[in-house]
């Protein structure tokens, strides 16, 4: 098991910046990567971004490219994303999430963080 808990989200005036953070705990060992999703009121969650846990290789959203940044601390066993240039379509609640070895598809999930982006 692995628990994640998401931290850092709050109000912001467009074209602010957050940074969000995602502490993992248990079995972090297994994971093969930790990526950051959103889901908005009335919509479906989508991507944002992810990372590999051991290489590092990135991956983003073309909505989010050249703002976000997703990076980790595995000493601290800690995924940030920091966002700038925020717009009000960003507002979402963002969940961690994170993908075992030898699995496909993120399986261990945070409570979310609600980012609001005022216009």
């Known amino acids: 098991q692995v628990q994640l808990v998401e931290s850092g989200g709050g109000l912001v005036q467009a074209g602010g910046s957050l940074r969000l953070s995602c502490a993992a705990s248990?079995?972090?060992?297994?994971?093969?990567?930790m990526g950051w999703f959103r889901q908005a009121p009335g919509k479906e969650r989508e991507f944002v971004a992810q990372i590999g846990w051991n290489g590092g290789n990135t991956y983003y959203a073309d909505s989010v490219k050249g703002r976000f940044t997703v990076s980790r601390d595995t000493a601290k066993n800690t995924v940030y994303l920091q966002m700038n240039s925020l717009k009000p379509e960003d507002t979402a609640v963002y969940y961690c999430?994170?993908?075992?070895?030898?699995?496909?598809?993120?399986?261990?999930w945070g409570q979310g963080t609600q980012v609001t982006v005022s216009s």
């Open positions: 248990g079995r972090t060992f297994s994971m093969n990567a």
């Open positions: 999430a994170a993908r075992p070895t030898g699995r496909s598809a993120f399986h261990y």
